[in-house]
């Protein structure tokens, strides 16, 4: 398996445009988490999906940002408007269905909004 | 909710030398999990080692092992032989047994291994 995927793996973009930010996880494990993070924050949970289903959206920051998972290979993470204050590295991860599972990270896309 | 602290920020270390990372957490909950995850300047998370709260032994994998107090929710981790290649930030991170599965991360440690 290759691992969790994310795409882009770098990004800069204008500040008001519209950002994807996408992941492939693992195939078969079924939780899966958006995370942000910065210098200043260190490692933020943004949203947890369940089996495809958003179970904890609390961390999303703003109404400015949604996640999808449409089905169980892909999520994105979309930022729309972006803001410079949104700069930061944008991690997936994925656990399998085991009780105390690790959590599998991707290479996380860093964001850069001017 | 369930809080984890890593108290330092920065720590150099000689090469071949030990060193110890410390991480304490809040939690009211009695069966659950802790981790350590290396990032390395490429950013790629890497897990360590990992511990379930209700075994008594300590985790080892190899040049890493941990000290785990559960009574005093201490969870350190011990870098033995202290290799150039270990040089990243560490971060401790607390993980439910049961219900929300996301980890909770501690601030990290930022490592450096001097030759």
């Known amino acids: 398996d290759a691992g969790v995927i994310q795409s882009p793996r770098h990004e800069v973009t204008e500040m008001g445009q519209e950002v994807t930010l996408r992941c492939k996880p693992i195939s078969g494990h079924n939780s899966l988490f958006w995370y942000r993070q910065t210098m200043m924050r260190g490692l933020e949970l943004l949203i947890y999906f369940n089996n495809n289903v958003p179970i904890d959206d609390s961390g999303m920051p703003e109404d400015r940002f949604s996640a999808k998972m449409p089905n169980a290979s892909f999520s994105t993470l979309k930022i729309q408007p972006s803001e410079p204050r949104d700069s930061a590295v944008y991690f997936c991860a994925n656990t399998g269905r085991g009780v105390g599972a690790e959590a599998f990270f991707g290479q996380g896309t860093r964001l850069t909004v001017v | 909710a369930q809080t984890v602290t890593q108290s330092q920020p920065e720590m150099s270390v000689q090469e071949a030398e030990t060193v110890t990372l410390s991480c304490t957490y809040d939690t009211s909950e009695n069966n659950y999990y802790l981790f350590w995850y290396k990032q390395p300047p490429s950013r790629q998370m890497i897990l360590v080692i990992r511990?379930?709260?209700?075994?008594?032994q300590n985790a080892t994998e190899n040049r890493f092992s941990v000290n785990f107090q559960k009574a005093a929710k201490s969870f350190s981790l011990k870098i033995s032989d202290s290799q150039l290649g270990d040089t990243a930030m560490y971060f401790c991170?607390?993980?439910?047994?049961?219900?929300?599965?996301?980890?909770?991360f501690g601030s990290g440690t930022r490592l450096q291994v001097q030759p």
């Open positions: 511990q379930e709260a209700y075994k008594q």
């Open positions: 991170a607390f993980g439910r047994q049961t219900g929300r599965r996301a980890l909770t």
